[in-house]
């Protein structure tokens, strides 16, 4: 049975290289404990995918509780999309599991 939990957050944050003009991100984790935090970082340089990456951490067992954007671009046009486009480029996620 467990007693507990652990919880993780993941900060995935977007930024544009207008010499490259595309856009990158970097993905940081910090996983806790009883009040004991073990934390990594990850360049990702390919396209981030939000949608594997919560995949992954579910197969592992981890339950989302809350996203919150800290911080959007928003610009004229993105992606052939004109008009004013808001676009997240600071997420941050909690997850929690049952301690083992």
Known sequence: MSQGWEYLRATVEWSYDPRRQRWT???AVARSVDGAVEAREANVEAEFSRVEFMN?????GWELVSETVDEVWVGAERRGI??????PVRTCWTFKRPRE
């Open 25 to 27: 991100s970097s993905l």
């Open 82 to 87: 004109t008009g004013g486009v808001s676009t």
């Open 56 to 60: 992954a951490l579910g197969a592992e």
